[in-house]
């Protein structure tokens, strides 16, 4: 493969068009481009100006991951940070236990949290059905339970759950504050390339 | 080196190269790479990053016989972030070498 400016710009293009919008694509290749330019004036081949600089696929990779993280900062989604973590993990196989374990664990988290909240609130009206049916003469199956306890303690069960979704949702909140802060750190401290010049 | 510790330092260290002269991205990559080994691909993202935060703007100047160059500058508010970091880094550094060196208690 021939390594000149062409062929530089042209992977930087073919691996950034689908996520950047076109002026800020313009943008970042004007610069490569000048870098290929200035070099060439200053006496250095086009060879020695890449090896300078990285790959170009290693340039879009770190360009991409960055653009990626500041989009889920500005429009919060599942999708965005999903995006923004997984492009993240391509910078480096060590982000397999930087990136990909903790984003896991804390998704799991959420998740259990999520599921003991609604387990918590459905399991209230279950119970206080069963008190009211004991209230009402029915014979007491499987545990004995005093009616009017019952229906205090199926308040609160419901409302314990209610606090866990509610809460699960500001954790959550937390979670992708301090995670879109860890991947900017990553993205602009831990990853990348010794420089061969 | 190992190249965190050179990527953790390279913002302060384009911050300073601003602060010093408004530069095209060049020129900036040469004073930085002239002295920390690194791979010059990734200070464009960082100059990008700077411009995102808004802490340089860029402009366009004619240059001796060639095509308009885009030249980084700093804004007020990077020059004050320059500032900040730089005390922090000055600090920083003295106590580590500091330390280091046990200037001290090489006595006791």
């Given at each position: 493969?021939?390594?000149?400016?062409?062929?530089?710009?042209?992977?930087?293009?073919?691996?950034?068009?689908?996520?950047?919008?076109?002026?800020?694509?313009?943008?970042?290749?004007?610069?490569?481009?000048?870098?290929?330019?200035?070099?060439?004036?200053?006496?250095?081949?086009?060879?020695?100006?890449?090896?300078?600089?990285?790959?170009?696929?290693?340039?879009?990779?770190?360009?991409?991951?960055?653009?990626?993280?500041?989009?889920?900062?500005?429009?919060?989604?599942?999708?965005?940070?999903?995006?923004?973590?997984?492009?993240?993990?391509?910078?480096?196989?060590?982000?397999?236990?930087?990136?990909?374990?903790?984003?896991?664990?804390?998704?799991?988290?959420l998740v259990v949290v999520l599921i003991l909240g609604f387990v918590f609130t459905i399991t209230g009206p279950v119970t206080l059905l069963y008190s009211v049916l004991q209230m009402a003469g029915l014979p007491a199956f499987a545990i004995w339970l005093n009616p009017v306890a019952g229906i205090f303690i199926s308040v609160g069960i419901t409302t314990t759950g209610l606090l866990l979704i509610i809460g699960d949702y500001y954790l959550a909140r937390f979670f992708y504050r301090v995670g879109i802060a860890y991947l900017k750190w990553n993205i602009s401290v831990i990853t990348g390339t010794e420089g061969t010049a | 080196m190992n190249i965190q510790f050179k990527k953790g330092v390279l913002e302060i260290c384009v911050l300073s190269v601003l602060a010093y002269k408004d530069c095209y991205g060049y020129e900036l990559v040469n004073e930085i790479s002239k002295r920390i080994d690194i791979s010059e691909g990734t200070i464009y993202p960082l100059l990008h990053r700077l411009k995102d935060e808004g802490y340089v703007t860029t402009y366009l100047q004619e240059s001796a016989g060639g095509a308009p160059r885009k030249y980084y500058r700093l804004t007020d508010s990077g020059r004050k972030e320059e500032h900040e970091r730089k005390e922090e880094w000055m600090r920083f550094a003295a106590s580590v070498n500091a330390l280091l060196e046990r200037k001290n208690d090489a006595a006791e």
């Open positions: 493969m021939l390594q000149n400016e062409q062929e530089f710009i042209r992977i930087l293009k073919d691996r950034l068009s689908g996520t950047l919008a076109k002026e800020e694509l313009d943008d970042i290749v004007s610069d490569y481009a000048e870098h290929f330019q200035v070099g060439r004036a200053n006496g250095r081949s086009d060879e020695e100006l890449w090896r300078s600089l990285g790959s170009p696929e290693d340039v879009a990779r770190e360009i991409k991951a960055m653009h990626l993280v500041k989009k889920a900062e500005s429009v919060k989604s599942c999708s965005n940070i999903f995006h923004a973590v997984l492009a993240t993990l391509g910078l480096g196989l060590f982000n397999l236990v930087f990136v990909l374990a903790p984003f896991l664990l804390l998704v799991c988290m | -």
